[in-house]
């Protein structure tokens, strides 16, 4: 069955990076795209980045030029570097595909940016 697990959350200062990871098994990694969503206490679950097939990216104005997707097929593995970390990018971070009309969803990993 499809199992998306992150990892890679903690505790991090304001202006500081890291780097969560998405190890993906029970599908054909290479053939679908994958998104990264965070949802914030008290708020809706929103897109932060999506990385397609083809390696084509897509942001969330609030983390352009701070965020980078990536993916590793080799892995099944996608990314998320987070740099230039802000307090209000504290949230759960997920891990999602898409596929048969159907959403797929990790369990999160939490980030929090505080000093």
């Known amino acids: 069955q499809v199992q998306l697990v992150e990892s890679g959350g903690g505790l991090v200062q304001p202006g500081g990076s890291l780097r969560l990871s998405c190890a993906a098994s029970?599908?054909?990694?290479?053939?679908?795209?994958m998104t990264w969503y965070r949802q914030a206490p008290g708020k809706e679950r929103e897109l932060v980045a999506s990385?397609?097939?083809?390696?084509?990216?897509n942001y969330a104005d609030s983390v352009k030029g701070r965020f980078t997707i990536s993916r590793d097929n080799a892995k099944n593995t996608v990314y998320l570097q987070m740099n230039s970390l802000k307090p209000e990018d504290t949230a759960v971070y997920y891990c999602?595909?898409?596929?048969?009309?159907?959403?797929?969803w990790g369990k999160g990993t939490p980030v929090t940016v505080s000093s």
């Open positions: 999602n595909t898409y596929m048969g009309a159907m959403n797929y």
């Open positions: 029970g599908f054909s990694f290479r053939y679908y795209a």
């Open positions: 990385i397609s097939t083809r390696l084509s990216t």
